[in-house]
């Protein structure tokens, strides 16, 4: 019969072997972590814009002139595409400050809409002629954008 030897090699103590073990699992946790963290946050962008003012003044060709300031406070470019009034779409896109009284609601929003970066500001402006519909100073008038993602942004605005 044959007596074993002890072998002069020497094995990883246990404790030893379980630290080393604790730190892969946490290496491999870590980088799925980030890998996940990095594909969610491609597919949970959102848009979010806030109206900060609106304000109406009578401008001297006898139009009201509503000056709309929008941040956009999601992770995502939001563009507006529609502008309304009162729910009655403006009849006109891309226009400029009307010279003379008018009878139709106006807005300088382009007719391809307008695109606002994550954090910016855009301003929008709308003129309604004083002689459209039954509005009157005092009168409270609701203004609705409208965006390319779906989104409506309503403000509500009092005639001067």
């Given at each position: ?9 020497k094995?990883?103590?246990p ?12 290496t491999?946790?870590v980088?799925?972590?980030n ?6 946050g491609?597919y949970?962008q ?13 401008d001297?060709v ?30 006109t896109y ?14 300088d929003?382009p007719?391809?809409?307008?695109s ?16 459209y ?7 409270t ?5 409208h ?7 309503i403000?509500?605005?009092?005639l001067?």
């Amino acid at each position: 019969m044959r007596v074993q030897t002890p072998s002069k090699r020497k094995a990883v103590s246990p404790v030893i072997a379980t630290v080393i073990l604790v730190a892969v699992a946490i290496t491999i946790a870590v980088a799925v972590a980030n890998w996940m963290g990095g594909i969610s946050g491609q597919y949970t962008q959102f848009e979010k814009c806030e109206i900060q003012s609106a304000v109406t003044t009578l401008d001297s060709v006898n139009n009201w002139n509503t000056t709309v300031k929008i941040k956009n406070s999601g992770t995502k470019t939001a563009t507006l595409t529609n502008v309304f009034v009162n729910e009655v779409e403006v009849s006109t896109y891309g226009a400029s400050a009307p010279t003379a009284a008018v009878s139709t609601i106006t807005t300088d929003l382009p007719t391809a809409g307008l695109s606002i970066e994550s954090g910016a500001i855009g301003t929008i402006k709308v003129w309604i002629g004083v002689n459209y519909g039954s509005l009157s100073s005092g009168t409270t008038i609701n203004i609705k954008l409208h965006s390319a993602g779906g989104m409506d942004y309503i403000k509500l605005v009092s005639l001067p």
